[in-house]
């Protein structure tokens, strides 16, 4: 598929800034809590945008929503693509939004040059990306692959307690839950356009990234019980500090993810919570929240073994209890390389420079490898920032991943 016509972005980015505008909070703020007014809001713009041209919508049972521009052949199944339009609190306004509402440019970009697929090609939008309300990121696209049960979604509740059931009821979203889940064939394959939330396309200075792995995150919580006392009164022989044992921890994580000797293995400690907290208190009590990865599930399992034997090291040297818990060790997705193939010809025949590179963040895309073969397109951002209101992503940046990712749907779809 020759785009020939120049791409106009105008359209697009007019939408992208009216989108940011429906916002719980003062523009340039965005945030777009799931289920929340302007969450509902913003759904209605989208869906809006997506039946002017000429797309059919539907939704499941949780709100993840499909708009399909039927192909020659509607039997086959479709080529996805789409993100995200949920916000985290005081996030900025292409994190998500960029992979839908630039899909639909792609979809009407083609449209507009009489392009006629053979498969169709549907735009995802997706429930709940970010973990804000529920704790649990990626809702909409774990039911979808079936990795988190009706059940399990029915027993999420938000901060003051109401339940993910009552919630979705109360948006609009009826029907069961258990029909969310999609078959492996339902989609063909499926491609997400995503800002790089990372600096290296910028510093580099290339148009467009071709993600070829999307690390895998697991979570771990450390609970710590040692002894407390008076920081004056008792000696420091026999101590039982919760905290310095913890301290040993955090050194630990870091230690087992560096020792790998890959790039690609990380580990943090990203909350430390110090029980009583008083300056003239030894801590008695300890909670660790770790946040492990790596693209390579072996390799990242093996660094959480390293942590749990460090944990059972330092509870016996030091007298005091460690327990731990794991919160979520989510495998990590190989992109398949028929669609990196059809990206990096897209990119070459659009005159875009390209580089293969990993994602380190997760995505819906994430879930979608589980049923479907998927690979993500990522294009620059400022500074690499990203869920802050000043996170920016240049028109020419988001023309160039839209051209490539029109020119990746009619490969894909022809
Ligand atoms: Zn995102």
Same mark, same amino acid.
């Given at each position: 598929m020759e785009i020939r016509a120049p791409l106009s972005i105008d359209r697009l980015i007019s939408e992208l800034n009216a989108l940011a505008k429906i916002s719980a909070a003062d @523009?340039? $703020?965005?945030? %777009? $809590?799931?289920?929340? #007014?302007a969450d509902l809001r913003a759904r209605a713009y989208v869906k809006g945008l997506c039946r002017e041209a000429g797309l059919d919508v539907h939704e499941d049972a949780i709100g993840n929503t499909f708009a399909r521009w039927q192909g020659a052949e509607p039997n +086959?199944? @479709?080529? &996805?693509? &789409?993100?995200?339009?949920?916000?985290?609190?005081?996030? &900025?306004l292409y994190d998500g939004s960029v992979g839908v509402l630039g899909g639909l440019e792609a979809? %009407? $970009?083609? !449209? !507009?040059?009489?392009?006629?697929?053979? %498969?169709?090609? #549907?735009?995802?939008?997706?429930?709940? #990306?970010?973990? *804000?309300?529920?704790?649990?990121?990626?809702?909409?696209?774990?039911?979808? /692959? &079936?990795?988190?049960?009706?059940? !399990?979604?029915?027993a999420l509740r938000d901060k003051e307690g109401r339940?993910?059931?009552?919630?979705?009821?109360?948006?609009?979203?009826?029907g069961a839950l258990d029909s969310v889940q999609l078959s492996a064939g339902r989609f063909h394959q499926f491609v997400e356009m995503h800002i790089e939330q990372g600096p290296i396309l910028e510093q580099e200075g290339i148009d467009i990234g071709l993600v070829t792995h999307i690390a895998a995150p697991a979570s771990m919580r450390i609970l710590i019980e040692g002894e407390g006392g008076h920081a004056g009164g008792r000696l420091m022989p026999?101590?039982?500090?919760?905290? /310095?044992?913890? /301290?040993?921890?955090? +050194? =630990?994580?870091?230690?087992?993810? *560096?020792? *790998?000797? /890959?790039?690609?293995? $990380?580990?943090?400690?990203g909350?430390?919570?110090?029980?009583?907290g008083a300056v003239n208190s030894i801590p008695s009590r300890v909670?660790? #929240? *770790?946040?492990?990865?790596?693209?390579? =599930?072996a390799r990242r399992d093996r660094v959480i073994e390293n942590l749990r034997s460090a944990c059972e090291q330092v509870a016996t040297r030091r007298g005091v209890s460690i327990q731990t818990e794991m919160i979520n060790a989510d495998p990590p997705a190989t992109c398949d390389p028929s669609i990196l193939h059809a990206m990096e010809q897209a990119a070459q025949g659009a005159g875009k420079s390209s580089k293969r590179m990993v994602s380190r963040a997760y995505h819906d895309s994430l879930f979608m490898a589980r049923i479907t073969p998927v690979a993500m397109l990522f294009i620059p951002c400022r500074g690499g920032v990203s869920h802050r209101p000043d996170e920016y992503a240049s028109p020419v940046w988001i023309g160039s991943g839209v051209h490539v990712l029109a020119r990746t749907l009619a490969a894909l779809a022809s």
């Open positions: @523009p340039p $703020v965005v945030t %777009r $809590v799931v289920f929340s #007014e +086959l199944a @479709p080529i &996805g693509t &789409g993100s995200h339009i949920d916000a985290i609190p005081n996030a &900025g979809i %009407r $970009v083609l !449209q !507009q040059l009489g392009f006629k697929p053979r %498969r169709s090609i #549907e735009l995802v939008i997706f429930t709940a #990306e970010e973990p *804000t309300r529920f704790g649990i990121g990626c809702l909409g696209s774990r039911m979808m /692959a &079936g990795v988190l049960s009706p059940s !399990q979604a029915n339940n993910l059931e009552d919630l979705r009821r109360e948006a609009g979203f009826n026999g101590r039982k500090d919760a905290l /310095a044992a913890g /301290a040993e921890l955090i +050194l =630990a994580l870091e230690s087992a993810a *560096t020792s *790998t000797g /890959a790039i690609d293995s $990380v580990g943090t400690v909350v430390c919570e110090v029980f009583p909670r660790l #929240e *770790t946040d492990i990865r790596d693209i390579d =599930a």
